[in-house]
């Protein structure tokens, strides 16, 4: 197993799963506003998971392509966090869902610009920009929701409470990462975790929720161990035109 | 069309004052909100930009039910893309019926109680991935024979709405041209896909357009208010015009076989859609009208406390900078 390919495919998987989940709510959403909004978090999603998996493909040099890996490998291939396979929820969980991620994926990019892979870095350079944005949307939306009536308060709690226990996962380390790491190309996740925590308590705290004490974390996504049951729906959907159809082109 | 069958309102003001406002129309200037306008005017423009408004949020759901599906990630970002830009044909269009005096969440009651309609044609189910390229194609370039004329309306934020519109909607109509281009020279599959959406979306492209209105004295004042630049006739014939060569072009079939070309007349004969058809979708009894609502009205109910949500914290947010002070 080669570790840059496996890392590409975490990038490629959390933005490409995630993109899929946040295109749900296409013109579901409450407000107009929302809508466009979240189409648009969608789309950058998207177009970063063709960056992503189309530098997996070329690392791999199988003769694969962006789509091959997004639209024909099975559950188990894929390597994206559990947090981001889970279902929407109301528009509230999807919102805290969007925060915790982008909280994270923000800080990683950061990193991603320094990387010793200029093919990485560019990538990080590209995707930062639009990431950075949709933290602070995020972020102004957990807040306003958070610190907004008796009832938005309360579904926000239920959201990262519901969440929490994903969060962990985005900031495991084993053997991919610890050769990423020693080759400069990616950083050790597990060194983020403070950087992260300390904009989660400030977003958490304008927000008015409580961030769980326990640090219980699920796992299982990021190595492919156990996904949830959720994901194999999901891969059903999104790829069913490629299999029903096998050596078309659209 | 998007905003289909408007009738005008009856108008009794001064007839001095209509005299003028008409001649300020005839003369090609722009009607701006805080011009004087006679209130069948103004009434007839809300419902027209309000049901065209709405046409654009509705029509996000018979594409969105694709983009989970698109078959690569090209197909899936441009897809998004364009019900995004629905969604913001939206938000222009409420933003100008807005500066008539009405307000967003007013028309969108209007929209969940039934009295206000959108357009016949998102009444009707995408059932294959074809019909993603029949949509842009025909709905999308229905919508800009239309919209293009549309540009010289008589009520400056209505015009400039369209104008930016207009911009977009011909970047729609090429994509599902494309998706259609793909499919057409794709496998048997992919040809049967693409024949039988061109079967399916043909007639109820024809009946965006409405039924005749030659006769109609709403239509003849509408006209007169440049409200309405061309009869319902005339644009349909135009997009028959110009859609039989492209259905040429990719070897399908246009599901008419009345249709041929009229050499004496320069255009071509075809036949009328079913309008018992149009008149029971209108009605509510469409194939998607129900799913259409109901999932309208669900993102307006569920989304009730996200929207009191933000405006308490808004309010919240206000009150603290105030005290601070
Ligand atoms: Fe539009
Ligand atoms: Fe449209
Ligand atoms: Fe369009």
Redesign the interface.
């Known amino acids: 197993m080669d570790p840059a390919f496996e890392f590409l495919c975490r990038m490629g998987d959390n933005t490409?799963v995630l993109g899929?989940r946040v295109?749900?709510w296409?013109?579901?959403?409450?407000?107009?506003?929302?809508?466009?909004a979240l189409?648009?978090t969608?789309?950058d999603l998207?177009?970063q998971?063709?960056l992503w998996?189309g530098l997996a493909a070329e690392v791999e040099g199988a003769g694969r392509d962006?789509?091959a890996l997004?639209?024909t490998r099975d559950a188990w291939d894929f390597r994206n966090v559990l947090l981001v396979e889970l279902p929407n929820g109301?528009?509230?969980r999807t919102m805290m869902r969007q925060c915790l991620f982008d909280a994270w994926h923000d800080l990683v990019l950061a990193e991603l610009r320094d990387s010793t892979d200029d093919r990485i870095a560019a990538i990080a350079d590209k995707t930062s920009r639009e990431v950075a944005y949709h933290l602070e949307r995020s972020r102004d939306?957990v807040?306003?929701?958070g610190?907004?009536?008796e009832?938005?308060?309360a579904?926000m709690q239920a959201a990262l409470d519901r969440l929490y226990p994903y969060v962990g996962e985005l900031f495991e380390t084993d053997a991919v990462d610890a050769a990423l790491a020693e080759a400069g190309i990616a950083p050790d996740p597990g060194n983020l975790r403070d950087a992260y925590d300390a904009r989660i308590t400030g977003i958490m705290a304008e927000a008015t929720l409580t961030i769980p004490d326990s640090r219980f974390a699920h796992k299982g996504g990021r190595d492919g161990v156990r996904h949830t049951e959720h994901l194999g729906h999901l891969l059903t959907?999104?790829q069913?035109?490629?299999r029903a159809?096998p050596?078309?082109?659209? | 069309m998007y905003a289909q069958m408007i009738q005008s309102e009856k108008t009794d003001e001064d007839p001095r004052a209509l005299a003028e406002f008409q001649a300020r129309i005839d003369r090609g200037e722009k009607i701006e909100p805080k011009d004087w306008m006679p209130e069948g005017y103004r009434r007839t423009l809300i419902r027209q930009i309000g049901q065209h408004a709405h046409s654009e949020?509705v029509g996000?759901?018979p594409e969105?039910n694709w983009?989970?599906?698109?078959?690569?990630?090209?197909?899936?970002?441009i897809l998004?893309?364009k019900?995004?830009d629905e969604?913001?044909h939206?938000?222009y269009l409420?933003c100008a019926a807005e500066t008539l005096g009405i307000s967003?969440d007013a028309l969108t009651e209007k929209l969940l109680d039934g009295s206000m309609k959108y357009s016949s044609i998102f009444n009707y189910p995408t059932l294959t991935?074809a019909d993603m390229g029949a949509v842009g194609w025909l709905v999308d370039g229905a919508a800009i024979m239309n919209q293009v004329p549309l540009q010289r309306t008589s009520f400056g934020p209505y015009s400039r709405a369209m104008i930016r519109i207009c911009k977009e909607e011909s970047f729609h109509q090429r994509q599902g041209y494309d998706?259609m281009m793909?499919?057409a020279n794709?496998?048997p599959?992919?040809r049967r896909m693409a024949q039988n959406a061109l079967d399916r979306f043909w007639y109820p492209s024809l009946m965006m357009f409405g039924p005749s209105d030659a006769e109609s004295v709403h239509s003849a004042q509408n006209m007169a208010w440049k409200i309405k630049i061309n009869t319902n006739d005339e644009l349909r014939q135009k997009f028959v015009d110009q859609t039989v060569p492209q259905a040429e072009y990719l070897g399908l079939t246009i599901p008419d076989p009345d249709l041929k070309w009229n050499a004496e007349t320069g255009h071509y004969d075809f036949s009328e859609p079913d309008w018992t058809e149009f008149f029971d979708v209108l009605k509510g009894d469409g194939p998607c009208n129900a799913e259409r609502m109901e999932?309208r009205r669900?993102?307006?109910d569920?989304?009730?406390?996200?929207?009191?949500?933000?405006?308490?914290?808004?309010r919240?947010k206000r009150a603290a900078k105030t005290a601070a002070e």
């Open positions: 490409l899929h295109s749900e296409c013109g579901h959403s409450p407000v107009l506003e929302e809508d466009i189409a648009n969608a789309l998207i177009g998971t063709q998996l962006a789509d997004a639209m109301d528009f509230g939306t807040i306003g929701l610190d907004g009536t009832e938005s308060h579904r959907e999104m069913w035109l490629q159809y050596g078309a082109t659209w | 949020i996000q759901l969105g983009i989970t599906r698109a078959p690569t990630l090209e197909r899936k970002a998004l893309a019900v995004q969604a913001g939206g938000l409420y967003r991935w998706i793909k499919m794709g496998t599959e992919q999932a669900k993102a307006w569920e989304g009730a406390w996200v929207r009191e949500g933000l405006l308490a914290h808004a919240k």
